[in-house]
């Protein structure tokens, strides 16, 4: 094991055979349903309940093929970094914006924003990396992964949970994640993922990303 199952996906989609060039754009649509939220069922009280439920729809138009999605490649040879962004849209509003990037082989990373009336209510933070450790005087790898969750109530942070765990002999990523459990942290990043979040929707309707932080 010297990867962790992220990177893999990354890569693979990344480096494959018919992975398209940093400019070009792929364009797939889906069935273009507005889907309302019953206002009944959205939590007007608490706040963190409420972005929960909104979370719950957007991942369940995702899942039901509901949004138009548009994938564009980047490269940043200088930095390094190289990746991909993709909108999910539903109509014409944005619902979903999912960053996936590596570092070329140690590190990969996939970033989630979503996204209720033009704003962003909740960000999802996955990375995960590889390194050496000694084992009984063998040296092997072992799969590093953080975890972060911004809650946002009108560009405000209400609350960011973090979480680090590592994976040895391939353990279950998603079990390892839900054994472990959240600390609350104070310092979110809240102007850097807002400043992101910016980039990703102005660089939307650029024909050429080339280094989308640049």
Same mark, same amino acid.
């Given at each position: 094991? &010297?990867?962790?199952?992220?990177?893999?996906?990354? /890569?693979?989609?990344?480096?494959?055979? =018919?992975?398209?060039?940093?400019?070009?754009?792929?364009?797939?649509? &889906? +069935?273009? *349903?507005? #889907?309302?939220?019953?206002?009944? $069922?959205?939590?007007?009280?608490?706040?963190? *309940?409420?972005?929960?439920?909104?979370?719950?729809?957007?991942?369940?138009?995702?899942? $039901?093929?509901?949004?138009?999605?548009?994938?564009?490649?980047?490269?940043?040879?200088?930095?390094?970094?190289?990746?991909?962004?993709?909108?999910?849209?539903?109509?014409?509003?944005?619902? %979903?914006? *999912?960053?996936?990037?590596?570092?070329?082989?140690?590190?990969?990373?996939?970033?989630?924003?979503?996204?209720?009336?033009?704003?962003? !209510?909740?960000?999802? !933070?996955?990375?995960?990396?590889?390194?050496?450790?000694?084992?009984?005087?063998?040296?092997?790898?072992?799969?590093?992964?953080?975890? *972060?969750?911004?809650?946002?109530?009108?560009?405000?942070?209400?609350?960011?949970? =973090?979480?680090?765990?590592?994976?040895? $002999?391939?353990?279950? #990523?998603?079990?390892?994640?839900? &054994?472990?459990?959240? &600390?609350?942290?104070?310092?979110?990043?809240?102007?850097? %993922? /807002? +400043?992101?979040?910016?980039? /990703?929707?102005?660089?939307?309707?650029?024909?050429? %990303?080339?280094?989308?932080?640049?």
């Amino acid at each position: 094991m &010297k990867y962790a199952s992220l990177i893999i996906g990354i /890569l693979a989609m990344l480096f494959s055979c =018919s992975n398209p060039s940093p400019e070009q754009e792929t364009v797939k649509d &889906k +069935r273009s *349903e507005n #889907v309302k939220i019953d206002q009944n $069922d959205v939590s007007e009280t608490d706040p963190i *309940e409420k972005i929960r439920q909104l979370y719950k729809v957007v991942i369940g138009q995702k899942q $039901d093929s509901i949004l138009t999605i548009k994938t564009k490649y980047y490269n940043c040879p200088d930095y390094p970094e190289e990746g991909s962004v993709t909108y999910y849209h539903n109509n014409n509003d944005i619902r %979903l914006i *999912e960053l996936n990037y590596s570092d070329g082989g140690h590190s990969g990373a996939q970033e989630q924003f979503f996204v209720e009336n033009g704003k962003l !209510f909740f960000h999802f !933070f996955d990375m995960s990396y590889w390194t050496f450790v000694d084992s009984e005087g063998e040296q092997k790898t072992k799969d590093v992964f953080i975890q *972060e969750r911004t809650y946002f109530d009108n560009g405000k942070v209400i609350k960011c949970l =973090s979480k680090e765990f590592s994976s040895n $002999d391939g353990e279950n #990523v998603q079990d390892l994640s839900q &054994k472990t459990p959240n &600390k609350e942290i104070v310092d979110c990043g809240r102007d850097e %993922l /807002l +400043r992101k979040f910016k980039t /990703l929707i102005q660089k939307e309707s650029a024909s050429n %990303l080339g280094c989308i932080w640049e």
